[in-house]
């Protein structure tokens, strides 16, 4: 299968799971500490596409290439991480709500690139890739909590944010 994608929609396509990963992120209220869990456990799940979708043409032209040179495997994520803050700087966000709108627009705007660019199977898998780093997140760490101790696996404010993303995506999440 050939690609038929622009590199500014490539980008929109490689940036928007992280994307709604940090905005999971942000709507919690986990503190510092959770917030850097998060974090990671976003990173980690976006990277888990390469593994996870093997077969997914998409996913694996828009991610590290494992078997790539790493220097430029690291260029390329660097590309893509300073296209998606030039793009939120050109959206004027400056704010958790600016910021989440946003990536719900992002989200819209990739539902129409994959309805009209991509086989069924393929956007499937990519919508099933980015709602899991969004519920990966959520379930990093403990919202309320004190040095992880009391506070909800899972808030109100990640079970709304969730929701939207179900709702933009077509699809249910397992945490539901």
Same mark, same amino acid.
């Given at each position: 299968? @050939?690609?038929?994608? *622009?590199?500014?929609?490539?980008?929109?396509?490689?940036? *928007? +799971?992280?994307?709604?990963?940090?905005?999971?992120?942000?709507?919690? @209220?986990?503190?510092?500490?959770? *917030?850097?869990?998060?974090?990671?456990?976003?990173?980690? @799940?976006?990277?888990?596409? $390469?593994?996870?979708?093997?077969?997914? &043409?998409? $996913?694996? &032209? $828009?991610? +590290?290439?494992?078997?790539g040179v790493a220097a430029d495997e690291v260029a390329k994520m660097k590309k893509i991480r300073d296209w998606g803050t030039a793009r939120m700087k050109a959206k004027d966000v400056d704010s958790a709500d600016k910021f989440q709108e946003a990536a719900l627009a992002d989200c819209k705007e990739v539902m129409a690139l994959l309805a009209t660019k991509s086989s069924a199977q393929e956007a499937d898998e990519y919508k099933q890739w980015a709602l899991s780093v969004a519920e990966k997140v959520a379930m990093a760490t403990s919202e309320g909590s004190f040095l992880g101790f009391g506070g909800e696996q899972f808030s109100a404010n990640e079970k709304l944010l969730l929701s939207q993303i179900e709702t933009v995506l077509g699809i249910k999440s397992t945490l539901a």
């Open positions: 299968m @050939s690609l038929n994608y *622009t590199e500014e929609e490539l980008n929109l396509l490689a940036n *928007t +799971p992280q994307l709604l990963g940090a905005t999971m992120a942000f709507a919690g @209220s986990s503190g510092l500490f959770g *917030t850097g869990k998060e974090m990671f456990t976003n990173a980690k @799940s976006v990277l888990a596409g $390469i593994k996870d979708y093997p077969n997914n &043409a998409l $996913i694996q &032209a $828009i991610l +590290p290439n494992v078997q």
